[in-house]
């Protein structure tokens, strides 16, 4: 992800590996990953002042690549960035890192992106973003009108039930 990217379309959190973040081997449990990302998307969008975001954007697509463990105690920073904005979704990249501690020198332990939709209350499908929420996440570079993720056969895999949980 790029450091130079405008203030507002990036936040971090910082955390410590807690025993329940861990498996029964002391080192993080692969949710735990999702968990610090969304805490750095939860502080982008506080950031933005947009707390309607919340219950209209749930997940259609997570991709994360495993670089190496965390450890129970160990620090981490979790950095999420607005990635592209669609007509009806919005793709974060994120990178999870380890802060340096006894026997490892931290670094990069995940990395990817979550795509989210929205789906305002009382919609069963994806619906263009409100002009309030474009206007604050102003990304660097939108995407076109129709794109094949955002035609109205693809939307419907933005629907609550098929988000996950």
């Known amino acids: 992800m790029d450091d130079k990217a405008a203030p507002n379309r990036q936040a971090s959190i910082d955390r410590t590996v807690e025993w329940v973040d861990t498996d029964a081997s002391g080192h993080q449990h692969n949710s735990a990953i999702m968990r610090w990302v969304e805490a750095a998307e939860a502080e982008l969008f506080r950031g933005l002042k947009l707390p309607e975001y919340f219950p209209i954007a749930p997940r259609v697509q997570q991709i994360v690549n495993y670089k190496s463990k965390l450890w129970f105690g160990q620090r981490v920073t979790a950095k999420v960035e607005i990635q592209r904005l669609g007509r009806t979704s919005i793709t974060y990249g994120f990178q999870v ?56 056969e693809s939307a419907s895999q933005g629907t609550p039930e098929s988000a996950g949980p």
């Not at 990395?111 to 996440?137: E, L, Y």
Request: aromatic share 4%.
């Open 97 to 152: 890192h380890g802060h340096a501690r006894a026997g490892s020198d931290g670094g990069l332990a995940a990395f990817g992106s979550v795509t989210v939709a929205h789906v305002p209350a009382g919609s069963a499908t994806a619906q263009p973003w409100p002009a309030n929420i474009r206007a604050a996440v102003h990304p660097v570079e939108s995407t076109p009108e129709s794109t094949p993720e955002d035609t109205p």
